[in-house]
Each structure stands twice: as C-alpha cells, then as structure tokens.
C-alpha cells in the first residue's frame, strides 16, 4: 500500500523567512504533485514533478523531486502572508506501477505566515 | 477556477437519507474521479471513471456508488447515510486518466449530515 507521508504537519513562521517542507513515498514513482488549499476551498495545483531531480519554481515556492529517496521538499522563500495555506504533496499510485488508481495524499503541511 | 463544476455546494441532510453529488468534468476531459476529505480521514481518493467505465477503486464504501454519463458528466450517490460520512467531496478531471495527466479539482461539495 503507497504511503505519503509529510512533516511538519503544522508550521507557523515569520515573514521573511525560509522553510522547507518534506513529503516522502514509500513505493517508486516518478510522479508527485504539490496542491494548495485555502481553507473551506478547492485544490489549487502548484507544481508536477515528473522525473528524478525535476526542480520547478514558481515565486517563492520551489519544489523538487528526487526518486531514489521518493522524496520531495517544497521551500518557501522570504515567506509573505498570503501563501499561509495547507500544501499538500500527493502521488499517482498508478504510474508506481500498481494499475490505475487515484492519487495518494499526505495529511498536509498547515502553514501560517504571520508578519 | 479549474473548469470543473460541482453541484451543489453545500448540502444538508439527516442520517439514513440518500444523496446524489454532481460534477462536470473539464472540456475535452474524459476521466472523472472523487476524493472525500475529511478531518479524521484526510483526502482520500474513492474512485475513478474514464469514458463511462469504471477504472479504479479506492476506499469507497459499500454503502457509495457512482456513475459517468455518455456527455461524460459523473454521479456520486451516497445512501443510508451516517455522521460520519459528513466532509469534503471532490470531484477531478483529466484527460485521459490513465496516470499521465494532471487532475483538476472542482470547487466541491459540502455535505453536512445530522
């Protein structure tokens, strides 16, 4: 059974400051998503990761993926308010090689930014 | 906004009742799947439908069942429900479904069961 799992669950940082949250796989995929959600709101997709060492960025989010450890970290850099959220990592069980399947989520990373 | 829609957002009802969710996948988008979330459970994926056909199961109850349309719009159908069935049900596309595209979430289904 793929299991997804992150830390921190919760984490209350400063504007301004860098942080890294880290989601790990336990079966072999070469294919993660990171998703934000507001609170009470939808998953809004960041990133897909598709191969081993994909990094993409995007403001003050990047994220990357390395395979052969099945993890992958998301960092915040010089962190703002607005990207306080929940961030979840999932993965696509089925291109593990387990057949066609849905996505695994992880519990998610609540993130609070205060100024 | 995704493309995908959901109806109807909210939704209250009381325990042993049946309720139907639905959702209208992305333009040109022919695989469905449903997730619940919920706060003990987190997001979990219940299943998946691709051109009408059923594809994958995840943790769906017995008690849960869906369907995909030829205009490939899906049905989830819960029946003799219980508080705990009381989350967050979503509905994603893609296009084809098969583990090499992106899923896009519509807005959601709050379902409140009392």
């Known amino acids: 059974e793929l299991k997804v799992e992150q830390n921190p669950l919760f984490l209350s940082m400063q504007e301004g400051k860098n942080y890294t949250i880290y989601c790990n796989y336990s079966?072999?995929?070469?294919?993660l998503y990171w998703y934000r959600q507001d609170p009470g709101k939808s998953l809004e997709s960041l990133f897909v990761l598709l191969s081993n060492g994909a990094v993409k960025q995007e403001g003050r989010l990047m994220a990357s993926l390395d395979t052969k450890a099945r993890l992958s970290t998301l960092h915040i850099t010089a962190a703002v308010h607005d990207l306080s959220a929940t961030y979840f990592c999932?993965?696509?069980?089925?291109?593990?090689?387990?057949?066609?399947?849905?996505?695994?989520f992880g519990k998610g990373t609540h993130l609070i930014i205060q100024p | 906004d995704s493309g995908v829609t959901q109806t109807p957002k909210h939704l209250i009802t009381a325990t042993g009742q049946r309720v139907t969710l639905r959702c209208s996948p992305r333009?040109?988008?022919?695989?469905v799947y449903w997730y619940q979330q919920s706060l003990d459970q987190g997001l979990q994926f219940l299943i998946q439908y691709y051109n009408g056909e059923e594809r994958a199961k995840g943790n769906i109850l017995e008690r849960f069942s869906a369907q995909q349309f030829p205009d490939l719009h899906s049905e989830l159908n819960l029946s003799s429900l219980e508080l705990g069935d009381s989350a967050l049900y979503f509905c994603?596309?893609?296009?084809?479904?098969?583990?090499?595209?992106?899923?896009?979430f519509g807005p959601g289904t709050r379902l409140t069961v009392l």
């Open positions: 333009s040109g988008d022919l695989s």
């Open positions: 999932a993965v696509d069980s089925m291109y593990s090689g387990g057949g066609a399947d849905g996505l695994t």
């Open positions: 079966t072999t995929s070469d294919r």
């Open positions: 994603a596309s893609s296009v084809a479904g098969a583990g090499l595209d992106e899923q896009f």
